[in-house]
């Protein structure tokens, strides 16, 4: 069974930092796709951005490009969501997703974390 676990969520301020975290457990971490996205009230499921098996490839959203960083610690079955210049419009609820490299879409979900930036 994957589970996906994330954290690091909170309240901060315009301009701050805040370091997401996502370990994943139950399967092989490297067949993995790992992605993040967020929700925000009222509004739909946003792709944050993708990082592939090895790490060495990533994509983001429009939004957040030159903002946030995603990375990998594949001995730990971990990836990373570094936000940096945080903007009250980052505020949501944050997911860690996970696919197998070879499907389309993302089947694995973390519960959560929210995010709220205060201006």
């Known amino acids: 069974q994957v589970q996906l676990v994330d954290s690091g969520g909170g309240l901060v301020q315009a301009g701050d930092s805040l370091r997401l975290s996502c370990v994943v457990s139950?399967?092989?971490?490297?067949?993995?796709?790992m992605a993040w996205f967020r929700q925000a009230p009222g509004k739909e499921r946003e792709l944050v951005g993708t990082i592939n098996r090895s790490g060495g490839g990533t994509s983001y959203a429009d939004s957040v490009k030159g903002r946030f960083t995603i990375s990998r610690d594949n001995p730990k079955n971990t990836v990373t969501l570094l936000m940096n210049s945080l903007k009250p419009e980052d505020t949501a609820v944050y997911y860690c997703a996970a696919k197998q490299y070879w499907r389309n879409d993302f089947n694995y979900w973390g519960q959560g974390t929210q995010v709220t930036v205060s201006s």
């Open positions: 139950g399967g092989t971490f490297t067949i993995f796709t």
